[in-house]
DNA sequence: TGCCAGGAATTGC
DNA sequence: GCAATTCATGGC
């Protein structure tokens, strides 16, 4: 099946590919414009941007029926115009970095169980180590289809021994969370399919009831893995560094400060993060 | 070289 | 309860 499709809003492709280049597990080809998504049911979809950010255009190849390219539609957020957060930026005066990113989509990731696994490995480690770690874990357990990386089934996973995972230069708790929370998914007791119909809340008050997943895990999970457009990490790093580059300080700002924007940034928190880790990579 | 890294659990008071 | 410490290792 082959699809091509406009869309109806501005639309910065390019934008959102540079970012999930930016996550060597993703097969992407920025100078071709184009991306492979593995799909759960073991195909895997081509999309191509043909158009400009100002007419976006696309192909869609490889989808197997209707409900793949809905699905597709909904991770890429072809289904619903982004002009609505320009617009909620524009009125914030907050700045280059929001007008600069107009038309930036949060793509969301290909695998829940992917995102979740990602984010544990990332915890607390410089991005170039953290990519090198996640790369050993999905080469060494997952598989290379049709050219597109997937993550080992949280079956294969449950089944490590945490020394294989030291050999791999996983500290001892980072890989008790990884095998410890997919034993969790294997045993029926965390059903992250769930999650996607319960509210912020409810995700986060559940998911943190799991050793290794605090509020920073919770909150990458809603809005990398679901979606959600209105989170903000105050406790992420790179969040803080862009923000005292923003604001020209010579410290991080303080949790409060950050704290004191919401108002203004919500309720797309969850945008306002995307383009400030974007202004700083 | 020493501090930091897109944190979270554990310990100590 | 809340702050300090620990985990582990590469990056700069």
């Given at each position: 099946?082959?699809?091509?499709?406009?869309?109806?809003?501005?639309?910065?492709?390019?934008?959102?590919?540079?970012?999930?280049?930016?996550?060597?597990?993703?097969?992407?080809?920025?100078?071709?414009?184009?991306?492979?998504?593995p799909?759960?049911?073991?195909?895997?979809?081509?999309?191509?941007?043909?158009?400009?950010?100002?007419?976006?255009?696309f192909?869609l190849?490889?989808?197997?029926?209707?409900?793949?390219?809905?699905?597709?539609?909904?991770?890429?957020?072809?289904?619903?115009?982004?002009?609505?957060?320009?617009?909620?930026?524009?009125?914030?005066d907050?700045?280059?970095?929001?007008?600069?990113?107009?038309g930036?989509?949060?793509?969301?990731?290909?695998?829940?169980?992917?995102?979740?696994?990602?984010?544990?490995?990332?915890?607390?480690?410089?991005?170039?180590?953290?990519?090198?770690?996640?790369?050993?874990?999905?080469?060494?357990?997952?598989?290379?289809?049709?050219?597109v990386w997937?993550?080992?089934?949280?079956?294969?996973?449950a089944?490590?021994?945490?020394?294989?995972?030291?050999?791999?230069?996983?500290?001892?708790?980072?890989?008790?969370y990884?095998?410890?929370?997919?034993?969790?998914i294997?045993?029926?007791?965390?059903?992250l399919?769930?999650?996607?119909?319960?509210?912020?809340?409810?995700v986060?008050a559940?998911?943190?009831?799991?050793?290794?997943?605090?509020?920073?895990?919770?909150?990458?999970?809603?809005?990398?893995?679901?979606?959600?457009?209105?989170?903000?990490?105050?406790?992420?790093?790179?969040?803080?560094?862009?923000?005292?580059k923003?604001?020209?300080?010579?410290?991080?700002?303080?949790?409060?400060?950050?704290?004191?924007?919401?108002?203004?940034?919500?309720?797309?928190?969850?945008?306002?993060?995307l383009?400030l880790?974007?202004?700083?990579?």
């Open positions: 099946m082959e699809i091509e499709f406009t869309l109806p809003f501005t639309y910065d492709f390019d934008r959102g590919l540079e970012r999930l280049a930016g996550d060597p597990v993703n097969a992407v080809d920025l100078p071709n414009r184009a991306v492979l998504v799909m759960d049911e073991g195909n895997v979809i081509t999309i191509q941007a043909t158009g400009t950010t100002e007419m976006p255009s192909i190849k490889g989808a197997i029926n209707e409900e793949q390219v809905n699905a597709v539609q909904s991770i890429f957020h072809f289904h619903k115009s982004l002009n609505p957060i320009a617009t909620h930026f524009a009125e914030t907050h700045g280059c970095i929001f007008k600069e990113h107009e930036t989509p949060l793509i969301r990731s290909f695998s829940l169980y992917g995102e979740l696994m990602k984010s544990i490995i990332h915890q607390q480690l410089n991005l170039s180590f953290a990519n090198t770690l996640l790369m050993r874990f999905v080469t060494d357990y997952g598989e290379q289809i049709d050219g997937r993550y080992p089934s949280p079956e294969r996973v089944a490590i021994r945490i020394d294989e995972l030291r050999d791999l230069q996983f500290s001892t708790r980072k890989a008790e990884v095998i410890g929370l997919s034993q969790s294997v045993s029926g007791k965390l059903n399919e769930k999650y996607r119909t319960m509210s912020d809340e409810e986060t559940d998911l943190v009831t799991y050793r290794g997943v605090g509020p920073w895990t919770a909150q990458g999970f809603l809005m990398f893995g679901l979606g959600r457009p209105n989170l903000f990490p105050v406790a992420d790093i790179g969040l803080q560094n862009a923000l005292k923003l604001w020209k300080l010579d410290r991080k700002p303080t949790r409060d400060e950050i704290l004191a924007r919401f108002p203004e940034w919500s309720p797309y928190l969850s945008y306002a993060a383009y880790w974007r202004s700083i990579e």
